[in-house]
């Protein structure tokens, strides 16, 4: 079935430091692909997508690009700060069938000033 | 404003008990889904729904009930089946290709 395998964390960097967080799917199809943040104590807010490959979404700084090849959307960002500690959340969505969401585990970022 | 809401956001249930937690949405999405989440841990998906009077379900749906008689609308019960009902719980709603949509959550702890 679909799937998704986000890297694991906690993750905890300095401010301006780089942030990866890999993302990879398996290859049924072609989804659209989402990465979503959660704010201590919130719901899910998106933080940006992409519908087709080689594209590259885009929001606050982060960004992260369809590759179909590798079947990743990787998320990065150039300088990290404080504000951005949150958990992090990969998630495809394949079109047509049951529509069902589907979430990876999550990454918890923490910034150090 | 369009958006999705959850009430009540925190809520506690007494052992034996049935609860039931509201989720309502006004951006005429047709489908919605809820999750659980437990502490440091990702999603897990409970019951979804992609049309009014239909559901399916998720990966964890035993000892939960749902119900979808509007589209708006998709209330979810932890009944006393629910061995282990303390959580997050998620509320979300979306449309064919795009982004879902997110309450901000009902927090139940058994007590």
């Known amino acids: 079935g679909n799937s998704v395998t986000q890297m694991e964390g906690p993750v905890t960097l300095s401010e301006e430091a780089f942030l990866t967080i890999n993302c990879t799917y398996t290859a049924t199809g072609y989804p659209s692909l989402f990465w979503y943040v959660q704010y201590p104590g919130e719901g899910l807010q998106l933080l940006l997508k992409?519908?087709?490959?080689?594209d590259k979404g885009s929001n606050k700084g982060f960004e992260a690009t369809y590759r179909k090849e590798t079947t990743s959307f990787h998320l990065e960002k150039g300088s990290v700060q404080v504000s951005d500690s949150a958990v992090y959340f990969c998630a495809p969505k394949w079109q047509g069938g049951s529509e069902k969401l589907v979430f990876g585990k999550g990454t918890k970022l923490t910034v150090n000033p | 404003d369009g958006g999705i809401t959850q009430s009540p956001k925190y809520l506690f249930r007494k052992e034996g008990q049935n609860v039931t937690l509201s989720c309502e949405q006004n951006l005429n999405h047709d489908a919605m889904y809820w999750y659980r989440q437990d502490p440091g841990q990702g999603l897990r998906l409970i019951y979804y729904?992609?049309?009014?009077?239909?559901?399916q379900k998720g990966d964890i749906a035993e000892g939960y009930s749902v119900s979808r008689e509007k589209k708006e609308s998709f209330p979810l019960t932890v009944t006393s089946a629910q061995k282990n009902p303390t959580a997050f719980y998620l509320c979300?709603?979306?449309?064919?290709?795009?982004?879902?949509?997110f309450g901000q959550g009902t927090r139940l702890t058994v007590v």
């Open positions: 729904s992609q049309i009014v009077n239909d559901f």
């Open positions: 979300a709603s979306s449309i064919p290709e795009g982004s879902a949509f």
């Open positions: 992409a519908t087709k490959a080689d």
